[in-house]
Structures are given as C-alpha cells and as structure tokens.
C-alpha cells in the first residue's frame, strides 16, 4: 500500500492506493475525522483518459485544475496535462468540488455510473428515489424515514460511496434532466424548469447559471429546420 498526504486550503486529504487498480481517498473534516471514498487509482483512469476509452465511461470524469471543468473520459476536446486532471467518481462529486459540465462532452448523457452500483443497498435505492424526485419538493430526513436510516447516517453512506451529499446528487440530476432538454426538445424553459424538478423557473436559472456560467437559453442547441416541417439537431 502507498500513501500520499495532499493538504489544500480547505481541507486534508489522504490518498492510499490498495493494489494496482484502486485508490481511496480519506478527507478529514472540521472536527479532525476522516471519510473514506473508494475509485479507481489515478494511473488507470489516467490511461483510460488518454485513450479515450469507452468501456470506462460513467465509471469516473476527469476535472480540469485549470478551466474548472469536468468531463467523460470520451470526451473529443484536446487532452489536458495530466498534471492538471483531478478524477472524480461522479459528476456530483466533480460539482460539488467546483467544477462545471463540458458543453461538448456532455457528462449528463453519460452512462449511469458504475461507481454507485454495488454500494451499500441503502445508497442504491436513495439514488433511484433521487432520480424518481424524493428530494425536488422534499428533504434528506424524509428520504432518510422512507429507507429506514436516519439523516446523518445517509449523508456518512453518500459520503463513502458518492462522493457528494444527497442535496448535491439531487442538484445534479435536476441539472442534467434540463441539460437534455435544453439539448434534445423545443420544450420553453419554463416547462423545463418544473419538468426537471425545480420549484420556480427564477430558481432554475439561478442554479443553472451557477454550474454552466450561462443562462440555459443560451446553451440551448439550434435546431435546424429541414424539408417537410421537421426539424433535425
């Protein structure tokens, strides 16, 4: 086993690789304790990146020090130093540590991420009632009750296995349930907005533009109209 101490300013991280193909990230927190996340080693995402290999996309995105971007490691963009990638297991993780999505890649239509299937049972079925809308209109202690946990003890679990709190997975699922839209329908914005699990389109913008740095108006895709009255991307 290798260890590694990474100190940043806001918090201390401690990297321990167990084998050739999987690492484990220890952040200790404010009150000086510790939260295992468990990923592939940076040596084999590292090559998947460089190769641009499918088989590893939604298993891991890679996030870029330098424009604060995250991306699939398909994405067709020129590849950055590896010495300015930093991998995350899953999109949430990526934003919730500051990083926004790649307009080309598209990290929203990546696969679902293997990184969250085969975790603790609890962790599966709070993902799926998170996709379903448990938290667009109601909170962590009430998707806790309904998997028979309580609040902080969901937060340890998303902590080891996701990366990012419940919040920031709902957050993120909202966030690429309108990115779709924005991308693949002519749906206005105020029906994507409700449609997508926000409350108020004000909100919605104000999210949106918070992750992409642009209104969602803005990155909407053009559709082209072609011969017949149908319209092709």
């Known amino acids: 086993m290798m260890s590694a101490r990474v100190d940043t ?3 201390c991280v401690w990297l321990a690789v167990f084998g050739p193909h999987h690492l484990c990230v220890l952040v200790q927190g404010s009150g000086g304790g510790y939260t295992a996340h468990t990923m592939l080693a940076f040596d084999t995402c590292n090559a998947a990146r460089l190769r641009r290999d499918p ?3 939604g298993v891991f995105f890679t996030a ?3 424009t604060k971007i995250y991306c699939r490691p398909v994405c067709p963009v020129k590849q950055p130093l590896t010495r300015n990638v930093t991998y995350y297991p899953t999109a949430a993780a990526a934003e919730q540590a500051g990083y926004r999505p790649c307009l080309r890649c598209r990290p929203e239509t990546a696969p679902f991420s293997p990184a969250w299937n085969g975790t603790q049972a ?3 079925r709070a993902l799926c009632l ?3 809308g448990a938290l667009d ?3 962590v202690e009430g998707l806790a009750l309904r998997l028979g946990v309580g609040a902080r003890h969901l937060s340890r679990l998303f902590a080891r296995h996701v990366g990012a709190t419940p919040v920031q997975v709902a957050r993120t699922v909202r966030l690429q349930r309108a990115k779709r839209l924005l991308d693949e329908s002519d749906l206005p914005i105020t029906q994507i907005a409700f449609q997508s699990g926000f409350g108020s389109v004000r909100r919605f913008n104000q999210v949106f ?3 992409y740095g642009r209104s969602p108006s803005s990155v909407r895709r053009p559709r082209a109209k072609v011969q017949g009255g149908g319209e092709t991307a």
């Open 55 to 57: 088989a590893f996309d």
């Open 9 to 11: 300013s806001a918090m």
């Open 130 to 132: 998170i996709e379903d």
């Open 209 to 211: 533009s918070q992750l």
């Open 64 to 66: 870029v020090r330098t």
């Open 137 to 139: 209109g109601g909170c």
């Open 122 to 124: 609890t962790v599966t």
